[in-house]
């Protein structure tokens, strides 16, 4: 294999290569604070059971329960 191009590529010097590395790390850093995520811990709620649907119900009930679709 011919590594030749990345000696166009690479810094030529020492100071270049480390003036690029913090360049880098700068803007990762700076890309980490912008998108991190502020989202926020769950909430636990809960939501009683209504008593029409509690076992032993003895409330007024459907007799032929359907869905009507309405067609406009």
């Not at 166009?8 to 003036?19: G, H």
């Not at 995520?37 to 329960?65: H, M, Y």
């Amino acid at each position: 294999m011919d590594f030749s191009y990345l000696a166009a590529v690479l810094p030529a010097s020492k100071q270049e290569l480390i003036w690029w590395s913090c360049f880098s790390l700068l803007t990762l850093l700076v890309f980490k604070i912008l998108l991190r995520s502020d989202a926020e811990d769950a909430i636990e709620f809960t939501v009683p059971v209504p008593e029409a649907c509690r076992s032993g119900w003895e409330g007024k009930q459907l007799n032929d329960p359907s869905i009507k679709v309405i067609r406009v």
